[in-house]
């Protein structure tokens, strides 16, 4: 029976709620570096969470990476890589629009588009993120924040006894269409690049998470069926997300 066969976990509040816990602390970390994220990494309590959830979520521990040196090395290594580190240019982006395999053919204003509308399905503005900026809707952070906030309400739904399949087709289409393409293109750049002076829990990060987003992927789709591709079709010919695909 292949991975893609296979019956997804039984699933409860409280391993949704492991699930929301992974998207957000990882949203957190590629979040531009504050010093509390950087006390987290030294003293072990972001690592202690995150193991923590992914325990609960894959029944494996998530290993332990040593921190930078200090808030400086982390916030430097951080923008080097992640901003303008080659040429005024980031050597790895974080937002999806810089990357026009992921754009496939889309105007960049029609790919923002269709990412917000998913945030405006739910309520969801992007959060400021540091000096006050609005992070942008296909900044990696920005998705992973989106995701938790689905697997947060999914937990409640289950915990409630309500139905949760709106939640789940919603994370199926988001990961299927932003995130895993996202993690996956971040982690070839990565991998083509050398001498990255990037955070260790960073790098981890990036060459884990593609694999899980995956898994979840497959979960959803075992459990309320395949992502539908006419959805795709709609958006390449610069038509908006029908918001009913979740109701």
């Given at each position: 029976?292949?991975?893609?066969?296979?019956?997804?976990?039984?699933?409860?509040?409280?391993?949704?709620?492991?699930k929301?816990?992974?998207?957000?602390?990882?949203?957190?970390?590629?979040?531009?570096?504050?010093?509390?994220?950087?006390?987290?990494?030294?003293?072990?309590?972001?690592?202690?969470?995150?193991?923590?959830?992914?325990?609960?979520?894959?029944?494996?521990?998530?290993?332990?990476?040593?921190?930078?040196?200090?808030?400086?090395?982390?916030?430097?290594?951080?923008?080097?890589?992640?901003?303008?580190?080659?040429?005024?240019?980031?050597?790895?982006?974080?937002?999806?629009?810089?990357?026009?395999?992921?754009?496939?053919?889309?105007?960049?204003?029609?790919?923002?588009?269709?990412?917000?509308?998913?945030?405006?399905?739910?309520?969801?503005?992007?959060?400021?993120?540091?000096?006050?900026?609005?992070?942008?809707?296909?900044?990696?952070?920005?998705?992973?924040?989106?995701?938790?906030?689905?697997t947060?309400?999914?937990?409640?739904?289950?915990?409630?006894?309500?139905?949760?399949?709106?939640?789940?087709?919603?994370?199926?289409?988001?990961?299927?269409?932003?995130?895993?393409?996202?993690?996956?293109?971040?982690?070839?750049?990565?991998?083509r690049?050398?001498n990255?002076?990037?955070?260790?829990?960073?790098?981890?990060?990036?060459?884990?998470?593609?694999?899980?987003a995956?898994?979840?992927?497959?979960?959803?789709?075992?459990?309320?069926?395949?992502?539908?591709?006419?959805?795709?079709?709609?958006?390449?010919?610069?038509?908006?997300?029908?918001?009913?695909?979740?109701?």
């Amino acid at each position: 029976m292949t991975t893609a066969q296979r019956l997804p976990m039984a699933d409860s509040p409280a391993r949704a709620e492991a699930k929301s816990a992974i998207y957000r602390l990882a949203a957190v970390a590629f979040g531009h570096p504050l010093p509390e994220t950087q006390q987290a990494f030294e003293d072990g309590s972001f690592h202690q969470a995150l193991d923590s959830a992914w325990q609960a979520v894959t029944g494996r521990p998530w290993p332990c990476q040593p921190a930078s040196a200090d808030f400086v090395e982390l916030e430097s290594g951080y923008i080097r890589v992640f901003h303008h580190g080659r040429q005024g240019k980031p050597q790895v982006a974080l937002v999806a629009g810089e990357y026009s395999e992921l754009l496939d053919g889309i105007a960049r204003p029609t790919f923002m588009l269709n990412v917000q509308a998913f945030y405006k399905y739910f309520g969801l503005k992007a959060a400021l993120g540091d000096e006050g900026r609005t992070e942008e809707p296909d900044h990696l952070s920005t998705m992973l924040e989106f995701m938790a906030v689905l697997t947060h309400l999914e937990a409640q739904s289950l915990a409630q006894r309500k139905e949760p399949d709106a939640y789940r087709r919603a994370q199926r289409d988001f990961l299927k269409r932003c995130l895993v393409p996202l993690l996956e293109v971040i982690q070839q750049q990565v991998a083509r690049e050398t001498n990255l002076m990037l955070d260790a829990t960073l790098i981890r990060l990036i060459e884990d998470l593609p694999e899980w987003a995956r898994n979840q992927l497959v979960e959803l789709e075992a459990r309320i069926g395949p992502y539908d591709e006419k959805t795709k079709d709609a958006a390449s010919k610069g038509r908006a997300l029908d918001q009913n695909l979740w109701n």
